[in-house]
């Protein structure tokens, strides 16, 4: 069954952090020391959640199977990586599928969303980072045209990750 997509209200802050907690530690758990990975999740409490999504600043899209269960999310958000934005611009913050989700064309319809989101709140470029050995993500970004433009240390408790930032003119 195709999942639905919608824009998410405060109400759903506890599924989006448990598909984060989820996918972050499914996809890059292994790599980091027990107690880095707890402080990296124990610092995106719910509250964070909450207030992010009652915050404007921000965009959420939700995606959904038809009984209602969360089986994805994505976050744009304000300028917070080490960019020099041209314009108008907006992050996206997270994008993330569960693993029963991957292959199923989601996070393209996804990213699809957030691309128009992103345009229709005026951003002329989106930008992101993603890890330097996630070769799956980087991919996917760049058949959408975004491309590399520096790195960027990602710091998940005391480890510090080497991300590529990338960048899509819209």
């Given at each position: 069954?195709?999942?639905t997509?919608?824009?998410?209200?405060?109400?759903?802050a506890?599924?989006?952090?448990?598909?984060?907690?989820?996918?972050?530690?499914?996809?890059?758990?292994?790599?980091?020391?027990?107690a880095?990975?707890?402080?990296?999740?124990?610092?995106?409490?719910?509250e964070?959640?909450?207030?992010?999504?009652?915050?404007?600043?921000?965009?959420?899209?939700?995606?959904?199977e038809?009984?209602?269960?969360?089986?994805?999310?994505?976050?744009?958000?304000?300028?917070?990586?080490?960019?020099?934005?041209?314009?108008?611009?907006?992050?996206?913050?997270?994008?993330?599928?569960?693993?029963?989700?991957?292959?199923?064309?989601?996070?393209?319809?996804?990213?699809?969303?957030?691309?128009?989101?992103?345009?229709?709140?005026g951003?002329q470029?989106?930008?992101?980072?993603v890890?330097?050995?996630?070769?799956?993500?980087?991919?996917?970004?760049?058949?959408?045209?975004?491309?590399?433009?520096?790195?960027?240390?990602?710091?998940?408790?005391?480890?510090?990750?080497?991300?590529?930032l990338?960048?899509?003119?819209?």
């Open positions: 069954m195709t999942a997509l919608r824009m998410p209200t405060v109400a759903d506890g599924a989006i952090a448990a598909i984060m907690r989820e996918c972050f530690t499914a996809t890059f758990g292994h790599l980091y020391d027990p880095d990975l707890a402080s990296f999740l124990d610092g995106l409490t719910l964070r959640w909450q207030a992010e999504l009652a915050d404007p600043a921000f965009a959420f899209l939700l995606a959904e038809q009984e209602g269960r969360a089986v994805g999310f994505a976050k744009m958000g304000p300028h917070s990586l080490p960019v020099t934005p041209a314009g108008p611009m907006i992050e996206l913050r997270q994008l993330y599928v569960l693993g029963s989700q991957q292959g199923t064309g989601l996070a393209r319809r996804m990213m699809d969303r957030v691309i128009a989101t992103a345009r229709d709140r951003a470029e989106l930008f992101l980072s890890y330097v050995d996630n070769h799956r993500a980087r991919r996917f970004y760049e058949r959408y045209g975004f491309e590399e433009i520096g790195t960027y240390a990602f710091m998940v408790g005391n480890h510090a990750d080497e991300d590529h990338m960048r899509l003119v819209l």
